[in-house]
């Protein structure tokens, strides 16, 4: 059974930044190729960023390229988001996921994290 916990949501204001943390409990983290989501009201969910298992890999939706940062721990079993330069329009709720190997899919998700950025 592969969980995904969440963290490092919140409010901040506009310019401001966060942490996003994923932490990966069973399974073999190291294996998987791990990616955020977010998902904002009356919206559906869209790509923000992955990076594959090795960390050698990474690659960033438009929106967000030159400001938010994905990193991983293999030692830790945690996968960061860190996000700079905030936008309102960067609320929604954050989903991490792990991508399986065998599959190509990212088959395990967390439960999310909500991020409120006010203007």
């Known amino acids: 059974q592969v969980q995904l916990v969440e963290s490092g949501g919140g409010l901040v204001q506009a310019g401001y930044s966060l942490r996003l943390s994923c932490a990966v409990a069973?399974?073999?983290?190291?294996?998987?190729?791990m990616g955020w989501f977010r998902q904002a009201p009356g919206k559906e969910r869209e790509f923000v960023a992955t990076i594959t298992s090795s960390g050698g890999y990474i690659y960033y939706a438009d929106s967000v390229k030159g400001r938010f940062t994905i990193s991983r721990d293999n030692a830790k079993n945690t996968v960061y988001l860190q996000m700079s330069s905030l936008k309102p329009e960067d609320t929604a709720v954050y989903y991490c996921?792990?991508?399986?190997?065998?599959?190509?899919?990212?088959?395990?998700w967390g439960q999310g994290t909500q991020v409120t950025v006010s203007s």
């Open positions: 996921a792990a991508q399986d190997r065998y599959s190509g899919q990212y088959d395990y």
């Open positions: 069973g399974g073999t983290f190291s294996t998987y190729g």
